[in-house]
């Protein structure tokens, strides 16, 4: 083998362990908890980093609402050369030269600083109680998407169990053929039910992944590899949620982000009436200022005439009367009022929203809470019927259809008691993020202690 033989198997021999290694990280499985999730999703909403954005675009008006009470100090320099036509109409160039700095102060605007500082105030406290409440949707729309990535891992493992079953079923049943105690068809049947179990699983599995991809969605960032999920542990007990509607919704009244956003925009609105109407009053502005001027037509020096002769100074205060503004005012006026008056429908709409949905979680949570009752219920008897016809298969009193429908039942009341544990987790964190005051301490009080 020649030396270039040798290097060639080498690069090679090395792209192949680079290679295979970048495939192994790739192929990492990343575990998740729900602590993690919420934290990465709410770093990475774009939803979340806009309304963000909006406070502190809010942040920035407010600051310059607040620097319109500063006096303004401008300086002003300029150079220009003339051309004077005298009475003997020869053309006579001379350029000139000056510098002043003047300062103007706003005493009085027709209230339009104050309602203009007041209005936003009011926006920025507006968009502070909405990026809250996008928090409180982050979080909400993470742990629902964690939950039922939980909850389909938990539909494989009873669909594992289900097809696990069903060749232990099939096999014992071709023993029976064989012994000439059922007939051929029962076991053509059974492996057909075997194929529907593998069939189920593969669904199951399906259905993991594309829940898997929701919660990276939902989490905003891509991850490297698979993930695993860890099973919360969510304490029912120490999450019992207000069932008085009456209460929810006086307590909401008070707590919701969202709500408390529209009623500072409702005071924002009404500031703008204020600002709008400002331009009917008068404005009065203090001026002051001193300057100089050089003119090269006179035989003084620069120094001279800039430092002694021609600077000057002034101080006076400036009025401005509006007389007729081309109905300008009125038009704002009533442009702002109308603003205030959607302002306020909306409030109120959202209002009614929060009646129906806080009226629809607290009974979507007593159903749920019945519903594991009756799922409970009905896994147990169902257990018990799926042992009794078992036995009676196995004695030829019960035929294998009705042995195949009882397993059908029970992992169906399987999936059903999973689904009703689940809703009722849901719906509880629905009551929290109805209310308003949703937040990880509600959810995971084992995990964050």
Known sequence: MTNKQIVFFLLIALFLHVFSQGVAE??????????????????????????????QYSMLALKKEKNDYLPQITGIANTALNN???????????????????????????????????????????????QTRQEQQVIYDTVSAYIDVAQQRQKIEVALENLTNNL??????????????????????????????????????????ISKMQLIKTIGVSVPGDIEIEIPKITISTMIPETDTDRLIQAAFQTRPDLLALEKNVSAKKAKIKEAASGKYPSVDFNAGMGSLYDNRYDENFGDQFGDDNLYSYIGVSVFLPIFDRHLTRTRVNQAKIDKQSATVTLKKLKQQIRLELGQAVADYQTACESILVSKSRLFYTN?????????????AANLTELTQIRSDQVEARNDMIQAEVDKILKIISIFFYKGDLGLSHILKEELS
């Open 26 to 55: 790739a192929s990492e499985v990343q575990k998740i908890s729900l602590v993690e999730a919420i934290e990465l999703a709410l770093k990475n909403n774009q939803d979340l980093k806009l309304a963000k954005n909006n406070v």
């Open 384 to 396: 018990k019927s799926l042992e009794s016809v078992f036995q009676r298969y196995k004695m030829g």
């Open 168 to 209: 232990q079923q099939e096999k014992e049943i071709k023993a029976f053929q064989e012994a000439g105690k059922v007939p051929a068809t029962d076991l053509y049947q059974q492996q057909a039910e075997t194929a529907k179990a593998r069939f189920d699983l593969i669904s199951a599995e399906n259905t993991y992944k």
């Open 84 to 130: 004077n036509y005298g009475q003997s109409g020869l053309n006579h160039d001379y350029y000139t030269q000056g510098a002043e700095v003047f300062s103007q102060l706003n005493l009085f605007k027709g209230f339009d600083d104050k309602a203009s500082l007041e209005s936003a105030g009011y926006d920025l406290s507006s968009e502070e109680h909405s």
